[in-house]
């Protein structure tokens, strides 16, 4: 949906991008905790208006690679 604009599931082009603002509480960002903070990436979702089909996207590649970093073994 973030690259076409259209739902995968129904087909719907009525889609919403909802940001996500990683210092506002219960945001919908991966958080990593470090010994005393908590670092946290944010992620953007895609929402169908239609069917209700939601994708979560992580939009920087500075952000996937701290995930990358902090949760592979």
């Known amino acids: 949906m973030k690259n076409s604009g259209v739902c ?40 169908c208006c239609d069917c209700g089909y939601v994708e979560n996207w992580v939009e920087s590649q500075a952000g996937r690679n701290k995930i990358k970093k902090y949760y592979s073994s």
């Open 8 to 47: 995968p599931k129904c087909g719907s082009h009525t889609v919403a991008c909802v940001p996500d603002d990683a210092h506002r509480y219960l945001a919908n960002s991966i958080c990593m905790t470090k010994v005393v903070t908590v670092e946290r990436i944010p992620v953007t979702r895609y929402v």
